[in-house]
């Protein structure tokens, strides 16, 4: 069975250091992986996503990805992270199935 | 922000009401979606459609119905609301031509008393 993980409910980082948000993935073949923000009181946001090519992605709001195909990883980062940044992201990976397949989520936190 | 719209925004209704969460988008896409989100955050798929008059049940058991009659409008229904319905449901679209990217409504939060 296919699955997407995010080990971690939330993340906490100050403003104006790096964050990452870590995400693991388990399918068969080769996925699409995405990753999607949702605000409060909102619907998810697309953000970026890999489908091949360059192992690094460029996103929305100064986000970006790296996939790695060997630690089955697909990490979200930003150089320098913004209060406003706050939200809830999830990874998701697409293998030909139905839909997507989300992660459970993580909350990043940012501390002015 | 994406061409797709729900409405209402916010239900307050009491238990054994009839319910009908709507979802429309303009954008053309083929395959639409209904996610249930739970209080912990997860996303639920519970219906989803690869076109006109094609319908699914999702990987989460519910009791709401899905219609889709045209290709922009994807309604949801439930016949008989109970307090386990409350929740947050959100609807999405995406192309057919293996972009796959979902692009998702503001949601619809439901409380049924």
């Known amino acids: 069975a296919q699955s997407v993980a995010q080990p971690e409910d939330q993340v906490n980082v100050a403003e104006g250091n790096p964050l990452t948000v870590k995400c693991t993935y388990s399918?068969?073949?080769?996925?699409?992986l995405f990753w999607y923000v949702q605000y409060p009181n909102r619907g998810l946001q697309f953000l970026l996503k890999y489908i091949t090519g360059d192992n690094l992605v460029k996103g929305s709001y100064g986000f970006e990805a790296e996939f790695n195909k060997s630690q089955t990883s697909f990490h979200l980062k930003k150089p320098s992270a913004l209060v406003s940044d706050s939200a809830l992201y999830f990874c998701a990976a697409y293998t030909g199935r139905r839909a997507l397949t989300f992660g459970s989520g993580t909350r990043l936190q940012v501390q002015p | 922000e994406a061409d797709i719209y729900q409405t209402p925004r916010y239900l307050v209704i009491g238990t054994g009401k009839k319910i009908t969460l709507e979802c429309s988008q303009t954008m053309g896409h083929d395959k639409m979606y209904w996610y249930q989100q739970d209080p912990g955050m997860e996303l639920h798929l519970i219906h989803y459609?690869?076109?006109?008059?094609?319908?699914e049940k999702g990987d989460l058991s519910s009791e709401s119905t899905v219609s889709r009659i045209r290709t922009e409008h994807f309604p949801l229904t439930l016949e008989s609301a109970r307090p386990s319905h409350t929740s947050q449901y959100l609807c999405?679209?995406?192309?057919?031509?293996?972009?796959?990217?979902?692009?998702f409504g503001p949601g619809t939060r439901l409380l049924v008393l």
């Open positions: 459609s690869y076109g006109v008059n094609s319908t």
């Open positions: 999405a679209s995406s192309d057919s031509w293996g972009k796959e990217t979902q692009y």
């Open positions: 399918v068969s073949g080769n996925p699409y």
